[in-house]
């Protein structure tokens, strides 16, 4: 059966109405439309109700498919410097990826909050942040499930030795030294003894960056992501 449908929204108008529901569509349509004018929903896992749905339909005996995933800080990409991390007991570790759809594989691999265990951006203090994603979903914020009781339990990862650490007290005397980042952005190429990342975060969450201040000014000039006031 064929479902009359017409033209896709824009981008633009999409955004107007996620980010103001109640207001309405705006004025005009601009922006890029979608390429389709529909497309199925994705086959996603429900952590409340527990089953693996399609939009509204519950998917019975739903098998997902599992995917090896190592994640990366930055440092040592593609798959030899994966395994030279594997020799040298350093980087993210091995995770093993549950997926239901193969256009949400990216997003269901663990995230950067997951696998460094510095805890999720949608907390209390940054609901803006989920209310503002268009693709949150409530499986983003499950935990990461540890089948074998070693010793990563309850250890963080540090990005500047690119190691997993179990917490100790004078991290919480001196949050602001330099020996523990827990997060770190390492400019396009950067090589694995570059000490000297684009910007870094210190445990008490400070964070420094050597990114330009006018970067950002504007999105002809400076390029980039504009920066919003």
């Known amino acids: 059966m064929y479902y009359g449908v017409g033209d896709p929204y824009a981008e633009q108008t999409q955004d107007a109405v996620y980010d103001w529901p109640y207001v309405g569509f705006p004025l005009g349509d601009y922006g890029n439309r979608r390429g389709a004018p ?131 007290p004078w991290w919480y005397n001196y949050p602001d030294n330099d020996n523990i980042w827990r997060d770190a952005r390492w400019q396009e190429g950067a090589r694995h003894a570059d000490m000297n990342p684009l910007s870094k975060q210190y445990f008490s969450g400070r964070r420094t960056t050597r990114v330009p201040p006018w970067s950002g000014d504007g999105p002809f000039r400076a390029g980039g992501r504009p920066r919003r006031w």
Not at 73 to 102: I, N, W, Y
């Open 38 to 168: 529909a497309e199925l929903p994705y086959r996603e896992y429900d952590p409340v109700l527990r089953g693996w749905y399609q939009g509204e339909r519950k998917l019975h005996n739903f098998r997902p498919k599992l995917y090896y995933t190592r994640p990366s800080d930055g440092k040592r990409k593609g798959a030899a410097g994966r395994l030279k991390d594997a020799f040298t007991g350093e980087g993210p570790d091995v995770f093993v990826t549950m997926s239901g759809d193969r256009l949400t594989l990216m997003r269901d691999r663990p995230q950067r909050w997951q696998w460094s265990g510095w805890g999720s951006p949608y907390d209390a203090k940054n609901r803006e942040a989920r209310w503002h994603d268009k693709d949150w979903r409530a499986q983003d914020d499950m935990p990461l499930l540890n089948h074998n009781n070693s010793s990563r339990d309850g250890q963080i990862y540090n990005f500047k030795c690119r190691k997993y650490h179990t917490p100790r």
